[in-house]
């Protein structure tokens, strides 16, 4: 199984940023997406900041606070993406027996957590020589475990995700809206001290904006917390959808490679 991952991965890798032509705009654009809306915000909170102070803590930088919550969940959606596609893209190689859907499922989480954690030091590093800015975490070991929760989320709704893309086409396109939701219910972008009460009560049940908060609660000194966020919710929500996912893959893992007979 190790053999089938680690050649999977490197292919992957290889195809992952589209013809050799075009490659170098896939890197750019894997690296300028996250980045672009960085910067927008950065400049348009710190235009905001001059006029109300309580816009972010004098402690924490807008853009590593940016930083902190858009990459990491740039990694989540990539890797729901990458493995509602991963089927329909390896069917082929699923004619050989040792490849089974579960292999691409991992080599694809895999290759996007080395993507974007390679892209996270990176953008820190920047910020950190050229900026001047404060980007090590305080509790270091706290942010990887939040980060591997994310990966955790992203493998378990992805598998959900995929099996529901193969098998009902109508959900297809509602699917493919379901970052939009997260996006807007996990703090990625809005502090939770400027969420209108009620709708942050709301925002609670999302599991996402537990491990976002507590993320960045453990990347910044005396992080703002609005509410008890804990890791038992979180880690129970990822337990019950991995459950569900590796549950209904059990018993349709033939359906899923049937179309290559076809």
């Not at 006029?51 to 729901?80: K, T």
């Not at 820190?124 to 509790?139: D, K, M």
């Not at 703090?187 to 969420?195: C, D, E, N, Q, R």
């Not at 491990?211 to 609005?226: A, G, T, V, W």
Request: glycine share 4%; with cysteine; hydrophobic share 55%.
């Amino acid at each position: 199984m190790l053999n089938v991952i680690y050649a999977l991965f490197f292919r992957e890798l290889k195809t992952r940023f589209g013809a050799k032509n075009s490659r170098y705009l896939g890197y750019l654009w894997v690296v300028g997406e996250p980045l672009s809306i960085v910067l927008i915000i950065t400049i348009f909170v710190t235009i905001i900041r001059e006029y109300h102070h309580q816009v972010m803590p004098e402690n924490i930088s807008i853009f590593i606070y940016l930083v902190s919550g858009i990459v990491p969940f740039f990694m989540f959606r990539s890797i729901v993406n990458q493995l509602m596609n991963g089927i329909s893209a390896n069917l082929g190689l699923f004619a050989y027996k040792p490849v089974r859907p579960i292999h691409v499922f991992i080599a694809r989480t895999l290759l996007e957590f080395c993507i974007y954690f390679v892209i996270f030091v990176y953008v820190l590093f920047v910020a950190g020589w050229f900026l001047r800015l404060e980007v090590i975490p305080t509790h270091f070991l706290d942010v990887m475990f939040c980060i591997f929760l994310l990966i955790l989320s992203g493998f378990a709704l992805g598998i959900c995700f995929a099996i529901l893309w193969h098998l009902i086409e109508p959900l297809r396109t509602l699917l493919a809206y379901f970052s939009i939701v997260f996006y807007w219910s996990s703090g990625v972008i809005f502090p939770t001290w400027l969420m209108p009460r009620a709708l942050l009560d709301i925002f609670y049940y999302n599991p996402l904006l537990h491990i976002m908060e507590l993320l960045r609660f453990n990347f910044f000194d005396s992080y703002p917390l609005q509410d008890d966020y804990n890791y038992g919710y979180p880690i129970f929500c990822i337990l019950i959808v991995l459950f569900v996912g590796l549950f209904f893959y059990h018993f349709n893992r033939h359906t899923l490679t049937a179309a290559k007979k076809e």
